[in-house]
């Protein structure tokens, strides 16, 4: 199996450092041998670092980013329980869904896609419907916004409501601050700012809601996302137990990839994503096109950008892909069809790979005939 080499500028996953694929490579332990704990301690200790908590329960739930907002939920919910979510693109819909479906009365609260949710809507309905759990997401992959979070969890910090925070786009790209903005669970994914393949979900409970899955009187719909029954494993004081089988190898390039994010520094982690994402921004409007993310509040790892409306974006994306070697991702939902999502994450967010893709996408749109091959 060879698979192309590919510059990973879509919504994720992004590129991996080599370190991560050598770590990847590493002989196996078993999930229980002595010498794995400090993996598995290592991983914890990182996430509190990015996650900017001192949570004890915080670990990396072993699927993709999808089973960390379902731990998140099923955990939390109890049927019957009110629960608010903020939807203003994809990744808000489907946790007004997994709400639902875990037997929740959502209430949601909206915006039009491109735009925050209103802090001040947000809180008025935690206000009136008191709910159980109220969800928000950090990072909207569909739309580009950056939801500001800090005067919502300070709002919401204050009530019986517990805060979920999405920072799967988010984590390790722009501030992620749990213990500060007063967020009871946040999870994340490894295939964005991480740098890490797909395949586990970062996740932290605050104290009380750990207290409030302790305190369900009905069990977890879910027996593999069941915190309960996964603190048996993660919770090494009176020993390690079987609960699945910890993907070894996964977690080997998650400790990694976390000790790279502690190598570059947090701060300048944060501060290269923003510096780059504002160099793409201007290079995007200096070539004409609209973000349409609204201003003020774009993420600089994943910028939407409406292409002209003369130009087939399918065809466009395919020759950025087979011509130079980019990808990029689709539009969703509204911008399908008319719209591109370009990530600058982790060891993708450099000037390198922001002018390559300038550049291609320059040549691209001045309907450069493709070059025909020589050799
Ligand atoms: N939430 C957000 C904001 C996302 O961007 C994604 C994936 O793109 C998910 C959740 C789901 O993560 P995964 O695809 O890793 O299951």
């Known amino acids: 199996m060879f698979p ?23 002989p196996l332990l078993g999930h229980l041998d002595p010498d794995f704990t400090p993996v598995l301690e290592q991983i914890a200790s990182g996430l509190r670092t990015v996650f900017r908590t001192g949570n004890p329960v915080t670990f990396a739930v072993s699927a993709t980013g ?8 099923v955990n939390l919910v109890e049927p019957g329980d009110d629960v608010v979510v903020g939807v203003n ?7 007004a869904e997994v709400a639902r479906r875990a037997g929740a009365t959502v209430h949601t609260v909206e915006a039009d896609w491109g735009r925050i949710i209103d802090p001040a809507a947000f809180i008025d ?39 979920v925070l999405d920072t799967v786009t988010s984590l390790a790209g722009v501030d992620v601050r749990v213990d500060d903005w007063g967020v009871d669970v946040a999870y994340s994914g490894t295939q964005k700012c991480l740098s890490v393949p797909p395949g586990l979900a970062p996740i932290t409970f605050s ?35 079987y609960h699945h089988t910890a993907p070894i190898s996964s977690l080997y390039g998650l400790a990694t990839g976390l000790d790279l994010v502690l190598e570059e520094g947090l701060e300048a982690r944060l501060a290269r994503h923003a510096t780059l994402g504002a160099l793409l921004h201007e290079g995007l409007e200096a070539l004409g096109l609209e973000l349409l993310a609204e201003p003020g509040h774009r993420l600089p790892q994943l910028t939407t950008v409406a292409l002209p409306d003369d130009v087939d974006e399918a065809a ?52 450069a005939p493709a070059p025909t091959a020589t050799t």
């Open 125 to 163: 309905a935690v206000e009136r419907h008191r709910p159980r759990v109220a969800g928000l997401v950090h990072a909207e992959t569909s739309t580009g916004v950056h939801q500001p979070v800090a005067e919502i969890g300070t709002a919401v910090a204050d009530t019986d409501t517990l805060l």
């Open 66 to 73: 999808m089973a960390g907002m379902e731990a998140a939920l």
């Open 4 to 26: 192309p080499e590919r510059i990973l500028m879509g919504p994720g996953p992004s590129d991996v450092h080599p370190a991560v694929l050598r770590a990847q490579s590493q």
């Open 89 to 95: 693109g994809v990744f808000g819909g489907r946790m």
């Open 207 to 241: 104290e009380r809601a750990v207290q409030r899955v302790r305190e369900r009187t009905t069990p977890v719909q879910s027996w593999y996302l069941d915190l309960t029954l996964l603190l048996g494993y993660l919770d090494g004081r009176g020993g390690r137990t």
């Open 316 to 367: 466009l994306r395919a020759r950025l892909l087979t011509e130079h070697g980019i990808e990029v991702g689709a539009g969703l939902g509204t911008f399908a069809g008319r719209a591109w999502r370009i990530g600058l994450m982790g060891h993708a967010c450099s000037e390198r790979n922001v002018r390559l893709l300038l550049a291609a996408l320059e040549r691209l749109l001045d309907q």
